[in-house]
Nanobody, 117 residues
Framework: QVHVVESGGGLVQPGGSLRLSCAAS????????MGWYRQAPGKEREWVGVITTEGSTKYADSVKGRFTISRDNARNTVYLQMNSLKPEDTAVYHC???????????WGQGTQVTVSS
């Protein structure tokens, strides 16, 4: 049973923007904060940010000021708006819920983001 599904990845030039979506089942979305992490080949998993049920957000220093997380409670969906993208943002981006980003209870298969000219 798939609980969390990401979409919206793709190839973008440096300086460009992408918006990722994360659709979760209602039982997971309701009452839980949602987060994003990313993993690039040969690198450790990196936390990107989280959003609480009330809409408060926190971000990693590496993306602060460029990425924005939001949630649509009516659609059980979380978004990751990524602006001013850099080649070092290239990674598979995963959405997760419940638990830390290193050991979440629910996570998706990820969506590839490639930043290249």
């Amino acid at each position: 049973q798939v609980h969390v599904v990401e979409s919206g990845g793709g190839l973008v030039q440096p300086g460009g923007s992408l918006r990722l979506s994360c659709a979760a089942s209602g039982t997971i979305f309701s009452g839980n904060g949602m987060g994003w992490y990313r993993q690039a080949p040969g690198k450790e998993r990196e936390w990107v940010g989280v959003i609480t049920t009330e809409g408060s957000t926190k971000y990693a220093d590496s993306v602060k000021g460029r990425f924005t997380i939001s949630r649509d409670n009516a659609r059980n969906t979380v978004y990751l708006q990524m602006n001013s993208l850099k080649p070092e943002d290239t990674a598979v981006y995963h959405c997760y819920a419940v638990g830390s980003y290193t050991s979440p209870r629910y996570w998706g298969q990820g969506t590839q983001v490639t930043v290249s000219s």
